[in-house]
């Protein structure tokens, strides 16, 4: 985490003088968005040298965001074809999930990503930090197969991530 | 007036009418969360309406304005919600 | 000249698109806002349904000027957006848990029966130490 948030002040110093020493490119989004990707992608590849746990996750995390962004995207049309037929046929319910995340990061980015995605929504976590209670809208008479959804498709791969 | 800023126009009206939906929604709203969550809906779409109006009008500055409205915006929606949860107390 | 012209108006085209997809989403999610029964059902249905939409219409509002610190603005609208999103709708219906905001009577709550019990009793402990 701390590599990542140098490697991003590095790279973005890099652009900026990058611009305001020569004049090679046009003075665009494409360009400037194009040298900052460059620079953080050869200091990504510096890091084999010495953070080889860093060198590991990064694709790993940037294949989650597209993931999340790509159940966002599926779960938002779901609802707005629901939110537009005349009648609607939701069917909530509350889950207890119980955690196999034991650190507050990873139960924060849990609940953060539970709630985000559309459908769902994180209502509090038990006293003693094993049971993560979420509320959802579609389930079909089986709150095992939600269950194991959620812990399948989010918690595993937070957790190779954090660890 | 081309076709792109007619695109614009009837989109900033769109959003109007999203705007007159929320407040129906803040009047009748049976209980003190559901207003907060009409309040949080609400900002969102001033953000997106002052959006659209730095593009109709190309002058880069009113971007500023929307940072400082998204900022306050969900410091009021928390600080709401604290207050809910000190009164029950 | 003609190739300049060419790209200007690409940028207007798929700006455009971009804003009337979000404006759409906005839309809908208004309308669940007014539709649906219950507050829990409209929190989780309809708060990401408007960031997903102002995060399309920044995302237009971007490709048009295409200018870096435009650009820059822009990102960081989008990811202040995403990261407080999430928060307010948590503490907001943790909140409402709290004060014992009903629930849809089609609601399937066997799951959550033990947690408001134990609300309820550490409720009334509190309020006999409060009466002694």
Same mark, same amino acid.
């Given at each position: 985490?701390?590599?990542?948030?140098?490697?991003?002040?590095?790279?973005?110093?890099?652009?900026?003088?990058?611009?305001?020493?020569?004049?090679?490119?046009?003075?665009?989004?494409?360009?400037?968005?194009?040298? /900052?990707?460059?620079?953080?992608?050869?200091?990504?590849?510096?890091?084999?040298?010495?953070? @080889?746990?860093? /060198?590991?996750?990064?694709?790993?995390?940037?294949?989650?965001?597209?993931?999340?962004?790509?159940?966002?995207?599926?779960?938002?049309?779901?609802?707005?074809?629901?939110?537009?037929?005349?009648?609607?046929? +939701?069917?909530?319910?509350?889950?207890?999930?119980?955690?196999?995340?034991?650190?507050?990061?990873? +139960?924060?980015?849990?609940?953060?990503?539970?709630?985000?995605?559309?459908?769902?929504?994180?209502?509090?976590?038990?006293?003693? @930090?094993?049971?993560?209670?979420?509320?959802?809208?579609?389930?079909?008479?089986?709150?095992?197969?939600?269950?194991?959804?959620?812990?399948?498709?989010?918690? @595993? @791969?937070?957790?190779?991530?954090?660890? | 007036?081309?076709?792109?800023?007619?695109?614009?126009?009837?989109?900033? %009206?769109?959003?109007?009418?999203?705007?007159?939906?929320?407040?129906?929604?803040?009047?009748? %709203?049976?209980?003190?969360?559901?207003?907060?969550?009409?309040?949080?809906?609400?900002?969102?779409?001033?953000?997106g309406?002052?959006a659209i109006?730095?593009?109709?009008?190309?002058?880069?500055?009113?971007?500023?304005?929307?940072?400082?409205?998204?900022?306050? %915006?969900?410091? %009021?929606?928390?600080?709401?919600?604290?207050?809910?949860?000190?009164?029950?107390? | 000249?003609?190739?300049?012209?060419?790209? !200007?108006?690409?940028?207007?085209?798929?700006?455009?698109?971009?804003i009337?997809?979000g404006?759409? !989403?906005?839309?809908?999610?208004?309308?669940?806002?007014?539709?649906?029964?219950?507050?829990?059902?409209?929190?989780?249905?309809?708060?990401?349904?408007?960031?997903?939409g102002l995060?399309l219409i920044l995302?237009g509002l971007?490709?048009?000027?295409? #200018?870096?610190?435009?650009?820059?603005?822009?990102?960081?609208?989008?990811?202040?957006?995403?990261?407080?999103?999430?928060?307010?709708? #948590?503490?907001?219906?943790?909140?409402?848990?709290?004060?014992?905001?009903?629930?849809?009577?089609?609601?399937?709550?066997?799951? !959550?029966?033990?947690?408001?019990?134990?609300? #309820?009793?550490?409720?009334?402990?509190?309020?006999?130490?409060?009466?002694?």
């Open positions: 985490m701390k590599t990542f948030l140098i490697h991003t002040v590095i790279s973005f110093v890099v652009a900026y003088q990058f611009f305001q020493r020569t004049d090679w490119l046009s003075y665009h989004a494409r360009s400037a968005g194009g040298i /900052f990707m460059l620079a953080f992608a050869v200091l990504w590849i510096t890091t084999l040298l010495y953070n @080889r746990a860093y /060198f590991r996750k990064m694709p790993k995390a940037i294949f989650f965001i597209l993931y999340i962004l790509k159940e966002i995207f599926v779960a938002n049309l779901r609802i707005a074809y629901d939110i537009l037929k005349p009648r609607y046929a +939701i069917n909530p319910a509350v889950l207890a999930v119980p955690l196999d995340a034991k650190d507050d990061l990873s +139960i924060t980015l849990l609940a953060c990503v539970v709630a985000l995605t559309p459908g769902s929504i994180a209502l509090d976590v038990r006293q003693d @930090r094993r049971v993560l209670y979420v509320h959802m809208l579609y389930i079909d008479d089986d709150l095992d197969k939600a269950k194991h959804q959620i812990k399948h498709g989010f918690e @595993r @791969r937070i957790l190779e991530l954090t660890t | 007036m081309n076709l792109f800023s007619v695109t614009l126009i009837i989109a900033i %009206g769109t959003l109007s009418i999203c705007l007159v939906l929320t407040a129906i929604r803040f009047a009748i %709203g049976p209980t003190l969360p559901d207003r907060i969550s009409a309040f949080d809906l609400f900002v969102a779409n001033v953000i309406i002052i109006y730095t593009e109709l009008t190309g002058n880069a500055d009113f971007i500023d304005v929307a940072i400082i409205l998204s900022l306050f %915006g969900f410091l %009021g929606s928390i600080s709401f919600a604290y207050f809910l949860m000190k009164r029950i107390r | 000249m003609l190739n300049n012209l060419d790209s !200007f108006l690409l940028k207007e085209t798929i700006s455009s698109v971009f009337l997809v404006v759409a !989403f906005m839309l809908i999610a208004t309308i669940g806002l007014l539709r649906f029964p219950d507050f829990y059902i409209r929190m989780s249905a309809i708060t990401k349904g408007s960031t997903l995060g995302a971007g490709i048009y000027f295409d #200018h870096p610190a435009m650009l820059l603005k822009v990102v960081a609208i989008i990811s202040f957006t995403f990261m407080t999103a999430p928060v307010a709708a #948590h503490v907001l219906s943790r909140t409402a848990v709290q004060n014992k905001i009903p629930f849809w009577n089609k609601t399937n709550l066997t799951d !959550f029966q033990s947690y408001l019990k134990k609300e #309820h009793r550490s409720e009334k402990k509190v309020d006999e130490e409060r009466a002694k």
